[in-house]
T-cell receptor
Framework: LAKTTQPISMDSYEGQEVNITCSHNNIATNDYITWYQQFPSQGPRFIIQGYKTKVTNEVASLFIPADRKSSTLSLPRVSLSDTAVYYCLVSGGYNKLIFGAGTRLAVHP | NAGVTQTPKFRVLKTGQSMTLLCAQDMNHEYMYWYRQDPGMGLRLIHYSVGEGTTAKGEVPDGYNVSRLKKQNFLLGLESAAPSQTSVYFC?????????????????FGPGTRLTVL
């Protein structure tokens, strides 16, 4: 099972772009990279998923280099409401979802 | 649509007591999951189900049992609660990721159940 490594915590300020990088050196060929967001006392919420290159949706972008051994979640112009824990997951199926400790992002005024 | 709901929201048990946590989803999802989350840690998969009448073990199944008698419900049981099972329990559901080539494994989570075992 592919294990992920991400920073324990990050700090930012409102209006800045935040990039959270995740390492997954032993990612398998059929694995996808998925990011979830979790607010206190709530269940995680899906943010974005990708396989290679770049994926963008209305809330974030996901950058994946050619070797796929890492990925970067980019949050443009963060606000206080983006303060949360962000999880990077690598999985190829339903029984392979492994949540690490995540990255605790604190956005300051 | 209510999405994924969990009952109860909070519960306090004494060691050795039993209880059942109920998860319900109204999205007609085939797959359902039970996770536990301990302070400062990520979620760990307890059991999961790929369809009505089927269940399978996840990463930390010991001390728990599950049943999926109806497609929309997934029950998690603790037969003899222990203090080590004090945690927040999350239920989730998803479509069959295999049908989308493995890419569509977005899981929808419930609000969680906070369980304390004394």
């Amino acid at each position: 099972l592919a294990k992920t490594t991400q920073p324990i915590s990050m700090d930012s300020y409102e209006g800045q772009e935040v990039n959270i990088t995740c390492s997954h050196n032993n990612i398998a060929t059929n694995d996808y990279i998925t990011w979830y967001q979790q607010f206190p006392s709530q269940g995680p919420r899906f943010i974005i998923q990708g396989y290679k290159t770049k994926v963008t949706n209305e809330v974030a972008s996901l950058f994946i280099p050619a070797d796929r051994k890492s990925s970067t979640l980019s949050l443009p112009r963060v606000s206080l409401s983006d303060t949360a824990v962000y999880y990077c997951l690598v999985s190829g199926g339903y029984n392979k979802l492994i949540f690490g400790a995540g990255t605790r992002l604190a956005v300051h005024p | 649509n209510a999405g994924v709901t969990q009952t109860p929201k909070f519960r306090v048990l004494k060691t050795g007591q039993s209880m059942t946590l109920l998860c319900a989803q109204d999205m007609n999802h085939e797959y359902m999951y039970w996770y536990r989350q301990d302070p400062g840690m990520g979620l760990r998969l307890i059991h999961y189900s790929v369809g009505e009448g089927t269940t399978a073990k996840g990463e930390v199944p010991d001390g728990y049992n599950v049943s999926r008698l109806k497609k929309q419900n997934f029950l998690l049981g603790l037969e003899s609660a222990a203090p080590s099972q004090t945690s927040v329990y999350f239920c989730a559901s998803s479509y069959n990721p295999q049908l989308a080539g493995g890419s569509n494994n977005e899981q929808f989570f419930g609000p969680g159940t906070r369980l304390t075992v004394l």
